[in-house]
């Protein structure tokens, strides 16, 4: 039986979701971020009739009208079993995972910035770079990838600032970790998952018992007195204690600058860290990394705000039935893990 919630499918942007339909038994999405990124699978009934899709072929997928999948397909895989038919699960990546993007590249850059030096690796990988404000500016004395894929480069710098990559077909997006917000100042959306409603189910603890690292400490040569500098960042997360140890950055920062950037950047990876879980729901093609979950009317101490780390679509044949969207929730505001409830109220 074909979906029951509106999708399309194209592939090398033909439309081919009515050809689709009638052998789709499952179709999951996942907008992640950082490491993991982007990725989609669509299983079919397989009895042959299908063309079986090339590797490498760009396809795109909206549910509900909401773009929620860009990419490239991997090699098509298919099964079979006797009294069970056959199946073709087609896998696809967010980009190319065999092309540009993970050949090592030569680049060095004298006095520039982090924008400047992304934008001239990312175009030798056939990539258009979106670098968020704060972080384009950036400078150092000397960028140098070393023989390093525009992938590896991008993803550690990114991870060392406190940032969240992107790269879906030709773009990739460094934006700010935990903003709710794109590179170019727009919003990025807000749903709610709420109690006796929209929700399914949830798993989340609202903070991390344990305690958080009490500030960052990072190394850099002063040029200027010939010594290596200890620079330290404080580490204030909200709703947790920061009375544990002192966390030591491995290897030596280019400046003073660079220090305190990176020193943000672990920052704010420990305020990301301090609680979350995850959450379903009934379908919500809007919900997208690094956007913003609202739980709600659940109860005391974990109704509140979260970051989305990444979310998952899955839209399953009428037989099995079902459209649902599952969040990983990262960074909880304030007012998650209190229940400011007296005893008998």
């Known amino acids: 039986m074909p979906l029951t919630v509106p999708w399309t499918l194209t592939i090398n942007g033909k439309p081919v979701t009515d050809r689709f339909n009638p052998y789709v038994v499952e179709i999951e999405t996942v907008d992640g971020s950082g490491d993991d990124g982007d990725s989609a ?30 990419g490239v397909l991997k090699a098509p895989r298919c ?24 050949e090592g590249r030569q680049l060095v850059k004298e006095n520039g910035t982090l924008e400047e030096y992304l934008t001239g690796l990312g175009k030798k990988a056939g990539f258009t770079v979106k670098v968020d404000p704060e972080l384009a500016k950036i400078k150092r004395t000397l960028w140098a990838s070393e023989g390093r894929s525009f992938q590896h480069v991008a993803q550690q710098l990114a ?30 959306p807000t749903v709610r998952a709420t109690g006796g409603a929209n ?13 958080v690292y009490r500030d960052v400490r990072l190394t850099f040569f002063d040029r200027k007195t010939a010594k290596f500098v200890d620079e330290k960042t404080e580490i204030r997360p909200a709703g947790g204690t920061a009375s544990g140890p002192t966390a030591t950055l491995r290897g030596r920062a280019a400046d003073k600058d660079d220090t305190k950037a990176k020193g943000k950047g672990r920052a704010s990876q420990a305020e990301r860290d301090k609680g979350g879980g995850t959450v379903e729901m009934t379908i919500e093609p809007m919900a997208k990394a690094e956007g913003t979950c609202i739980v709600e009317r659940w109860r005391p101490g974990t109704n509140g705000s979260y970051r989305i780390e990444s979310a998952t679509h899955t839209l399953r044949a009428a037989e099995s039935g079902g459209a649902t969207t599952k969040l990983t929730l990262k960074q909880p505001d304030d007012k998650a893990g209190k229940d400011d409830r007296k005893a008998g109220d």
């Open 79 to 102: 099964t079979t079993a006797k009294g069970q038919g056959g199946q073709m699960m087609l896998n696809a990546t967010g980009h190319d995972t065999e092309g540009p993007a993970k």
């Open 159 to 188: 991870n060392e600032n406190g940032a969240t990559l992107k790269m879906s077909g030709k773009k990739a997006v460094i934006a700010k970790r935990g903003a709710g917000m794109t590179p170019g100042g727009k919003a990025l």
């Open 41 to 70: 699978r669509i299983t079919l009934r397989d009895d042959g009739r299908i063309i079986m899709p090339r590797k490498g072929a760009e396809i795109t997928i909206t549910i509900m009208g909401e773009p929620v999948f860009t």
């Open 199 to 211: 929700l399914i189910s949830a798993n989340i603890e609202p903070y991390e018992a344990s305690a």
